[in-house]
């Protein structure tokens, strides 16, 4: 019987093997916090995080946050490199406490927290999740006033007099137990540590917590009815090229376009990424602003759509988006081309794979903030149905919703969103029927049957003392991105064909009713057997008779050969 050979190691071989196994641990593990910290630079994380560095700057972190009153007169005041080390802490402190509720556990608290006020969060947090609560939180708003500050540079005491906070809680299972904004007012102490740090010392609530309600703005006085128009791509450029490839001459020639139809107002959208996400960037603002003197001078008001093709409703990145949309807002609030702020596009949509708890408290903080930072112009949501434009509707100046079932349902949709919402204005923003017609694929539809579609549509706005409408879409496109239809024909196909003018300016039949004076009696009605002449039809006919013909040649075959075997 073979005996395998025994492996052993001599006190002489661990003498090397040791060593050499501590080296490479050693190395690896250098590779991988090297990279990780690569990793996360690339993706525009606070690096002064990744290495346990406090900032002396707010980093990724534009909370609204500005200083209020007279400063006090005790013959010391922080400069202006100080103040921003005091807020930097003030504001980390927030975020660290978000943070904490994110991973579940007080993390790093000690780093912006000392004494009482580091006692005090640690309990509050670990009181929640002991209950099993899961929290999440963002500040988003704060004013500060500052009372005392020390000769040595070591000590403030100030006021925060507006810290907005919103909070969902949940119960373990995961139901929803509170969300909300929350307006509260806090005394401050803070203090610098032995390493140079401020950090907060004493954080005392002297308000009770009371849900935030906005003050009331004297609203804008506008028309809805007034509202005859349009949402708008070039037909070479829709979507994301749009702004990328941006064309003056196109425009001037669109917009002529949309004059000739008798139209006063053209929807477009700001997609989130593509404008710089929270950095906005100068090149795209411009061409905004482009834009809108355009619009000017062709006498079309603009109504602006925000976060198109943004889906991130996370509480903790709420300042980031809070930044981007302020600072397009404060960039154009101004011009006298524009005409309203839409928030988000169709946003009931995204329901389907986010919280809509969330989604909801997202949407109405972010029409808190528009009509706080621009309460000259409107405000409205653009939902996908009308069933969805009741939520929120106490907060929007406009209810907006998009339409694109049967036109015999839609007086019934619309009276049932009026008794919801009552008196609130109304606009149609967005309806529509492609002119596609396919082979092989069913459902197509001609332009006689748009015209009928937007004549019965818009008999119905008409009806209405305070409705306005923008059809879908100024042209037909050359093509439509995988990233807005997937690459299947039929649904590709139609929407490229949704426009009342065909990709080469061409006008189609529905863009005679456009006119807000145009007589909507004159559509074509169709006769039943001219919905069964379109192509995918004759494709059934051609078909059906081929498959008659082919299977009596295969009768008279085989009865051929039956007669032949016989």
């Known amino acids: 019987m073979l005996r395998t050979k025994r492996f052993s190691i001599s006190p002489q071989q661990l003498y090397w093997v040791l060593p050499g196994v501590l080296v490479l641990a050693v190395f690896w593990g250098l590779s991988q916090g090297i990279g990780a910290i690569l990793v996360a630079i690339r993706s525009q994380e606070n690096p002064g995080v990744l290495l346990n560095i406090i900032p002396n700057k707010k980093v990724d972190w534009p909370v609204d946050l500005r200083w209020v009153g007279a400063l006090p007169d005790t013959g010391n005041r922080p400069t202006p490199a100080k103040q921003d080390q005091i807020e930097a802490a003030y504001l980390n402190a927030w975020m660290q ?154 425009t001037v020639l669109d917009m002529q376009r949309m004059r000739k139809l008798q139209l006063n107002t053209v929807r477009i959208f700001i997609p989130y990424q593509q404008f710089g996400g929270s950095q906005v960037q100068d090149t795209y603002l411009a061409k905004l602003t482009s834009f809108l003197d355009l619009a000017e001078k062709h006498q079309l008001q603009v109504m602006i759509t925000l976060f198109d093709f943004s889906t991130d409703y996370a509480l903790i990145r709420w300042p980031r988006t809070d930044h981007h949309m302020v600072t397009i807002m404060d960039a154009v609030k101004e011009h006298p081309a524009l005409f309203a702020w839409d928030i988000k596009n169709e946003p009931d949509l995204d329901y389907l794979e986010h919280d809509e708890t969330v989604v909801n408290l997202w949407l109405g ?98 009806d209405r003392d305070n409705m306005g409408y923008m059809a879908w879409t100024l042209y037909d496109f050359a093509h439509v991105p995988n990233t807005v239809v997937p690459p299947l024909p039929w649904l590709k196909g139609p929407q490229q064909h949704l426009g009342v003018l065909a990709a080469d300016g061409t006008p189609k039949f529905a863009a005679t009713y456009l006119a807000p004076n145009a007589a909507l009696d004159t559509a074509p009605q169709l006769a039943v057997w001219e919905r069964f002449i379109k192509p995918f039809w004759l494709t059934v006919y051609a078909v059906s008779i081929m498959s008659v013909v082919a299977c009596g040649w295969i009768l008279r075959k085989y009865r051929r050969e039956r007669v032949a075997v016989t």
């Open 365 to 462: 903080h972010k029409v808190d903030l528009a009509q706080r930072t621009d309460p000259k112009h409107p405000v409205t949501i653009g939902w996908a149905a009308p069933k969805s434009a009741a939520t929120l509707a106490e907060k929007v100046d406009l209810v907006s919703f998009h339409y694109y079932a049967p036109a015999n349902e839609f007086e019934a949709e619309l009276v049932a969103l009026e008794e919801e919402i009552g008196a609130k204005p109304l606009l149609l923003q967005e309806f529509g029927v492609p002119t596609w017609n396919s082979w092989i694929f069913p459902n197509g539809h001609t332009q006689a049957e748009q015209a009928q579609y937007f004549s019965e549509i818009l008999q119905v706005v008409r």
């Open 97 to 250: 406490v978000a943070l904490s509720y994110e991973k579940g556990e007080p993390y790093g608290l000690s780093t912006y927290f000392s004494g009482p006020a580091l006692q005090q969060m640690t309990e509050a947090i670990e009181s929640g999740l002991q209950q099993g609560h899961i929290i999440q939180q963002v500040n988003t708003h704060h004013r500060l006033r500052l009372n005392f500050f020390a000769a040595d540079e070591t000590l403030l005491s100030m006021t925060d007099t507006d810290a907005r906070v919103t909070r969902i809680v949940r119960n373990p299972d995961g139901s929803l137990l509170y969300s909300g904004q929350q307006h509260d007012t806090y005394d401050v102490i803070m203090m610098v540590d032995k390493e140079g740090n401020w950090q907060i010392r004493h954080l005392l609530r002297v308000d009770a917590a009371s849900p935030f309600v906005i003050p009331v703005t004297a609203q804008t006085q506008f028309d809805a009815k007034s509202i005859a128009g349009i949402n708008y791509y070039p037909a070479n450029t829709p979507w994301d090229l749009f702004w990328e490839e941006y064309d003056v001459a196109q």
